[in-house]
């Protein structure tokens, strides 16, 4: 095993920049072999510093020469280790001349300066722009950049930075030139260019001041047939950030740049976002409803970066979730918003919380658990994690339920009267928040310092001589890597009674006055402070039945103690859309808990079994209820996923898990099935496909409903699902057919995958969603997926394939990656060591997939540890996956 253990960097030893940047101006040669950067840094020193040498960070870098002030510096005026490059006793103003090498088609990485597909792009966050420069490479570096962009004028027809495009020309010989000016000041990991062939639909866009605006999507020629719906939310985003909080687009020109190669979704670079292609590229063929959603919530997100990222930006990276919480939240709060109903916002809520409990929960209770905002890092990289992002969007959230939605927006407004410009903190924004609305925050700091999912566990009691209802909330926090004993968190618990007839009481707080509200409320947001509390509700003329936690007011779990009827009842009767859908989600997980441990003890599963509880009624109910939202009855059908069942076991059993899914599917099939025919056939779509709300809630639930029926897996539902498939007019209908004819017996299976694959060849995301449908398919085994790299379509080289087949199976097939042989955990470790020798980020990645070891059996857990072992002692590990693998090793 490694014995030098990498660098730990700890928020604690945060020292303001030694010297500021106030302007850069760069000169960029761009050849895919070898680019030379010429850069021209004004640097003066930091009054606020004490220590007073020049630091400027490097990585993989050719330094060809140094100058300071018009003189060359020699090798003995600097020191360079480790990536850091010192001038000791540099005068107070400095005028910095940097000219390095690099060599773009050799970055395998995807961070820094790199080809893909034969066009030059950047990735700069976090710390990338050090691949591109000498630079002091940190946030609340800011400065002001003007950008020469030289290449082959017919290889590289198009030269693009950020801000404003002021110049440009023919150099003469075959080559070309453009120059951008930005005129913001941004932090380095806000750089970009892009440079190549590329093709772009515009539209000017009349801004609500009037000004006019020039937008433009740029993708590979022969792509043009799928920027609309990219264009369509680039333009609802602008909207909608004037609408809800006055933010207007601060630029005259703003583009988006669709890559085939990138390591995660998008980056947010000022005028000149980059993305990924799964989330720009979209039309009926080749995307499904999910990918047009995913576009939509992307293309806002990076939109609204604009404000909450790099106009107020982060001071370190440790206050990541400054900005990624907050847009998280914003670009939920838009899809929300263009969705409209109520009902359809509750769908995007389920939606988001089911994301925050199958990856969030889990993370937190796992050896890489870490605060919102995190106290040490290895690896920067590494904490671009749900934590960061989902709970990060949660916390904001609370704040929006604490303060009302004014209150929030007041917040808002004072932290940009405060900030903009600056490099802040997550204190900062909490102190708007705070005193924006008179308010004591200070208790809520601790959802930014301590990890971990708060527990509450709630007991009720009902007095009926008094009328009076009490709800006693009692916290506790386990214990995460780095925390044993956690102090009480500030808590807002959203709470409704209903009464016998499942209509929501009117509630009376004792102690609270609520009655210059004129209308009574029906539901409360108790505010949990201390370890344990007890509400008491006045004139309360009946037993209810209470509803806690609605909308899920607070990234916690909730233990209450429901008899199966009471969420029954709750399922069919709460107003909060939310609570309705986790009370059948709370039965089924009982059902599931109870058959897994049935299967652990040998007891062969039946279909009496099923009947036992309420869960088949309450299906049953749900499908037949014809005024339900669609879209709302697909995730009430949908049982919880392996994952989330797993994370509730205190030994994990995938292979009873999965079994006893398989099993209750089939069960609620054959029991249901002439309700999910009916399901099927009353929400078809016909005719033109459009990605509306309602359309793809109908889609949705047709498509559950097929396959529910295709567990019965006899000749009729085969003949369904290969006439959807047969017949489909857009992807979304498409990929489900042929999902579930994966899963079953059909005689048709193999010729549709055959099929899809020809039609689709030359489709690069609709071949990755062939790779991952059938990495997660039931019978797709270790050997399977081992015979499906070979195919010429797969390479690792690409983020985007290794994730559809590689990711998919090592994540999303749990039954089968968890072999017994530990074949799975074999195959898991060769892949994240070849990942690790052309792309560290996404190495590290995959190698979360092994988190969780430590809660499996122990004949499955010693199997793992081996795995982890062997990549842990493997040769050259990048510090992404060296973190990741000590980190989930540590006693
Ligand atoms: N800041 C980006 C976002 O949330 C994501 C991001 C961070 C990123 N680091 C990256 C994207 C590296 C690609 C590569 O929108
Ligand atoms: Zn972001």
């Known amino acids: 095993m490694r014995t030098d253990t990498p660098l730990t960097i700890y928020r604690k030893d945060y020292t303001p920049p030694t010297y500021r940047v106030d302007t ?31 630091v400027l960070f490097g990585d993989s870098l050719e330094l060809v020469q140094l100058r300071m002030n018009g003189k060359e510096v020699g090798k003995r005026g600097y020191t360079l280790t480790n990536g850091v490059l010192e001038i000791h006793n540099a005068p107070e103003q400095v005028t910095l001349e940097i000219e390095t090498a690099t060599h773009p088609n050799q970055n395998t990485s995807l961070m820094g300066l790199y080809t893909s597909n034969g066009n030059f792009f950047t990735q700069c966050e976090a710390e990338g722009f050090r691949k591109i420069t000498f630079f002091p490479d940190r ?53 970009a260019l892009v440079a190549g062939q590329l093709v772009c639909q515009e539209e000017k866009y009349k801004l609500q001041s009037g000004r006019e605006v020039l937008l433009q999507v740029w993708v590979e020629e022969g792509n043009l047939d799928k920027t609309q719906h990219a264009m369509d939310s680039l333009e609802n985003s602008i909207r909608w950030d004037v609408e809800r909080f006055g933010l207007e687009l601060d630029l005259d020109r703003f583009m988006i740049v669709a890559v085939g190669d990138f390591n995660m979704g998008a980056m947010e670079n000022k005028g000149l ?6 989330y720009v590229l979209a039309n009926p063929r080749i995307a499904t409803d999910t990918d047009y959603a995913g576009i939509e919530s992307v293309v806002g997100h990076e939109y609204f970066h604009n404000w909450t990222g790099n106009r107020v930006t982060c001071r370190d990276w440790f206050q990541l979730s400054l900005k990624e919480g907050l847009t998280v939240f914003r670009d939920q709060e838009f899809s929300a918003d263009l969705i409209g109903t109520e009902s359809g916002r509750a769908v995007k809520r389920i939606e988001d919380v089911r994301v925050l409990r199958q990856a969030q929960f889990p993370e937190d209770a796992g050896p890489m658990a870490h605060p919102v905002r995190p106290d040490s890092y290895v690896e920067i990289n590494n904490f671009y994690t749900v934590t960061i992002y989902e709970k990060g969007s949660e916390v904001v959230r609370m704040y929006q339920t604490l303060l009302g939605r004014d209150g929030f927006r007041k917040g808002m407004d004072l932290y940009f009267q405060r900030h903009d410009g600056q490099a802040v903190t997550c204190d900062d924004f909490r102190a708007a928040m705070a005193d924006a609305n008179d308010r004591d925050l200070s208790q809520f700091e601790l959802w930014y310092s301590q990890a971990g999912t708060p527990h509450i566990k709630a007991d009720m009691q009902y007095d009926a001589g008094i009328r009076t209802y009490s709800i006693t909330l009692t916290q506790s926090c386990p214990p995460t890597p780095e925390h044993a004993k956690k102090q009480s968190f500030h808590i807002p618990v959203a709470v409704g009674l209903l009464d016998r007839n499942g ?24 505010e949990l402070k201390e370890q344990s509390q007890t509400f008491v509700f006045t004139s309360v003329a009946e037993p209810p039945v209470p509803s806690i936690l609605r909308n899920f007011s607070a990234p916690v779990v909730l233990d209450v103690e429901y008899a199966d009827a009471e969420l029954a009842f709750l399922m069919a009767n709460d107003s909060d859309a939310f609570n309705r859908w986790e009370a059948g989600q709370r039965l089924a997980m009982r059902r599931m808990l109870a058959l897994s441990a049935a299967v652990q003890g040998d007891h062969a599963l039946s279909n009496a079994q099923l009947d036992e509880g309420a869960l088949g009624n309450a299906f049953r109910a749900t499908l037949r209820d014809t005024t339900l939202d669609p879209a709302f009855c697909e995730l009430a059908l949908t049982l919880p996923s392996e994952t989330v069942v797993a994370e509730q076991m205190d030994v994990i059993d995938p292979h009873a898990i999965h ?52 567990e019965i897996d006899d000749a009729d539902a085969h003949r369904l699902a290969q006439n959807q498939y047969d017949n489909a007019n857009n992807m979304t209908d498409r990929i489900a057919a042929l999902s579930v004819l994966v899963n079953s017996t059909a005689p048709g299976r193999d010729a549709a995958l055959a099929h899809f694959f020809e039609e689709f060849e030359h489709e690069a995301l609709v071949i990755d969603k062939w790779f991952s449908l059938q990495a997660m398919a039931r019978n797709t085994d270790v050997a399977t997926v081992r015979e499906l790299m070979k195919h010429p379509a797969f390479t690792l080289k690409n983020p985007n394939r290794a994730r559809s087949l590689i990711f998919s199976f090592c994540n999303g097939n749990p039954a089968q990656f968890h072999a017994v042989d530990g074949s799975g955990y074999e195959f898991w470790a060769d892949q994240v060591i070849a990942l690790n020798a052309i792309n560290p980020q996404v190495a590290a990645r995959l190698a979360r997939t092994m988190d969780r070891w430590r809660k499996y ?14 990549v842990a002692s493997a040769g050259a590990l990048s510090k992404d996956v060296l973190e990741v693998v000590t980190k989930s090793l540590a006693e």
């Open 24 to 54: 850069v101006e760069m000169g960029f040669d761009l050849d895919p072999d070898l680019t030379r950067v010429a850069t021209r840094l004004t640097m003066r020193r930091n009054p606020d510093s004490r220590n007073k040498s020049l």
């Open 139 to 191: 946030p609340d570096v800011m400065a002001k950049y003007t950008v020469m962009l030289r290449a082959d004028k017919s290889r590289y027809p198009v030269l693009l930075s950020n801000g404003n495009l002021v110049e440009e020309g023919d150099l003469g010989d075959g080559r070309h030139y453009a120059v951008w000016e930005d005129p913001f000041k941004k932090p380095s990991y806000l750089f």
């Open 273 to 278: 976002n980059i993305f990924n292609t799964k």
């Open 503 to 526: 209509r929501d009481m009117p509630l009376t707080l004792e102690g609270q006055d609520n009655a210059d509200n004129g209308s009574a409320q029906t539901t409360l947001v108790l």
């Open 659 to 710: 079994a006893v899914r398989v099993f209750l599917r089939r069960a609620l099939a054959s029991t249901l099935k002439v309700d999910w025919l009916v399901a099927y056939q009353s929400n078809r779509t016909p005719g033109t496909y459009s990605p509306d709300p309602v359309s793809t809630g109908k889609r949705g639930l047709k498509n559950l409903a097929l396959s529910y029926v295709l």
């Open 857 to 870: 059996a122990p004949a499955l857990q010693e199997k793992m540890r081996a795995a982890l072992l062997r």
